[in-house]
């Protein structure tokens, strides 16, 4: 199977930057998702990355390297409201193209 | 109301008894899929469809059934329940072509159900 491994729990600061990595194995890779859980709550989507490069969306900003397997969710000027679960899922073209993986996902706690 | 709603919620079921968790979406998205989050885990697959009379395996798919006749809804069916598959489960649908970049295809999730197998 396909391994996408991301941290487990984070802590922030409100006002701060936090970096949430992800990594993945290359071969096959056809696109990679970004999505918000907040406790209790369903995913929602936040972005999405299938060139190399930075996708900028207000405080939120994505950067992918396909060569090296690895993305980075970055979060600007922390709120409360950021607290949730962040959850990284790649597409592989091996599966139907509409079938993600998903990482278990890192859970950001952001303090005042 | 627009959207896409699972129910029930909240289920409590005991070993070996069957269970249905529905899911309808009002956005006439081909594509529908079910998945379950366990800690740890993440979200796994468990099936998906391409569209009304079409459903294929994902990454777990023992133990549970599903149809689609019409394509607003897709039932998830867990005919003899076992305590291994307690879990929380999401329905996602989204549309053949992308809202967005490069093919997209973003998923928009149901607000989950919580099943207790005990």
């Known amino acids: 199977g396909q391994n996408i491994d991301q941290p487990t729990e984070m802590t922030a600061t409100e006002g701060a930057i936090v970096q949430i990595n992800c990594t993945y194995q290359t071969s096959g890779f056809n696109g990679l998702f970004w999505y918000q859980q907040h406790a209790g709550e369903a995913p929602t989507f936040l972005s999405y990355?299938?060139?190399?490069g930075l996708e900028e969306k207000g405080r939120f900003s994505s950067f992918l390297s396909r060569s090296k397997g690895y993305s980075y969710l970055l979060l600007k000027e922390l709120q409360m409201k950021d607290s949730a679960s962040y959850l990284c899922a790649v597409r592989f073209p091996e599966y139907n193209n509409n079938d993600m993986r998903f990482g278990a996902g890192t859970r950001l706690t952001v303090k005042p | 109301d627009a959207g896409i709603t699972q129910s029930p919620r909240y289920k409590i079921t005991e070993t070996g008894r069957q269970v249905t968790l529905m899911c309808h979406q009002t956005w006439s998205h081909s594509y529908m899929f079910w998945y379950r989050q366990d800690l740890g885990h993440g979200l796994r697959l468990i099936y998906y469809s391409a569209a009304a009379d079409i459903t294929d395996k994902g990454e777990v798919p023992d133990g549970y059934v599903v149809s689609r006749s019409k394509t607003e809804n897709f039932p998830l069916t867990l005919e003899s329940a076992t305590r291994s598959q307690t879990s929380v489960y999401f329905c996602?649908?989204?549309?053949?072509?992308?809202?967005?970049?490069?093919?997209?295809?973003?998923?928009?999730f149901g607000a989950g159900s919580r099943l207790t197998v005990l």
């Open positions: 996602a649908s989204s549309p053949l072509k992308d809202r967005g970049r490069f093919g997209a295809n973003v998923l928009t």
């Open positions: 990355n299938v060139l190399d």
